[in-house]
């Protein structure tokens, strides 16, 4: 089985500055990583996921995330905020032995950007 | 607009009465979930399907049934409800053999008094 925990639960950050949302996981066996965002009263919308390859992954709307097999993290940035930016943000894994869709979700990264 | 649709968007119960919430999507997609958001908790699997005909439980399946007669559909039953179950709920699904993560539904807010 695997775990996620996201460090914080809440990240206030002030528009244009950068911003590091922390997920590290637990994994007895190799996982593909993904990064879900939750604008209010939506649903999830994929930002990126790492499959395999290169461990710095980009994804929509400037987002950046970077596997670190070593410290089972996969922390997503961005250089530069947008007041667009506020959102719940999700960390998510699923082992690469089990069938598509049986994903294990963190429990959520609210960030908050202020002029 | 292709996607997977969630009906209705808000719903209020009182506790005991059943009903069924509703998932489709358009995408062919084999794989259907359905989960639960609550504050805190992030998103736990309730059930889940790999294609019409099969279902499975999730995490946290006591108090709903699921079945998946066709592709395109997974309704989720709530059998008898309880204010433990005021929660938001989405469906998502994917393919079964590609790695493009899930698509989402826009979500249920159910309230059980």
């Known amino acids: 089985a695997q775990s996620v925990t996201q460090l914080d639960s809440q990240v206030p950050v002030f528009e244009e500055a950068p911003v590091e949302l922390r997920c590290n996981y637990s994994?007895?066996?190799?996982?593909?990583l993904f990064w879900y965002v939750q604008y209010p009263n939506q649903g999830l919308q994929l930002l990126l996921k790492?499959?395999?390859?290169?461990?710095l992954v980009k994804g929509i709307n400037g987002f950046e995330a970077e596997f670190n097999k070593s410290q089972t993290s996969f922390h997503l940035r961005k250089p530069s905020v947008h007041i667009s930016d506020t959102a719940e943000y999700f960390c998510?894994?699923?082992?690469?032995?089990?069938?598509?869709?049986?994903?294990?979700f963190g429990a959520g990264t609210q960030v908050v950007v202020t002029p | 607009n292709a996607g997977v649709t969630q009906t209705p968007k808000f719903q209020v119960l009182k506790t005991g009465q059943s009903m069924t919430l509703q998932c489709a999507q358009d995408?062919?997609?084999?794989?259907m979930s359905w989960y639960r958001q609550d504050p805190g908790m992030g998103l736990r699997l309730i059930h889940y399907?790999?294609?019409?005909?099969?279902?499975d439980q999730g995490e946290v399946p006591n108090g709903y049934n699921v079945s998946r007669s066709t592709t395109e559909d997974f309704p989720l039953r709530l059998l008898s409800a309880a204010p433990s179950q005021t929660s938001v709920y989405f469906c998502?699904?994917?393919?079964?053999?590609?790695?493009?993560?899930?698509?989402f539904g826009s979500g249920t807010r159910l309230t059980v008094v």
């Open positions: 998502a699904s994917s393919y079964s053999s590609r790695p493009y993560g899930y698509t």
């Open positions: 790492y499959l395999s390859g290169s461990t």
């Open positions: 399907s790999v294609g019409a005909g099969i279902t």
């Open positions: 994994s007895s066996v190799s996982v593909y």
């Open positions: 995408m062919n997609h084999e794989y």
């Open positions: 998510a894994v699923r082992s690469t032995t089990d069938s598509w869709g049986k994903f294990q």
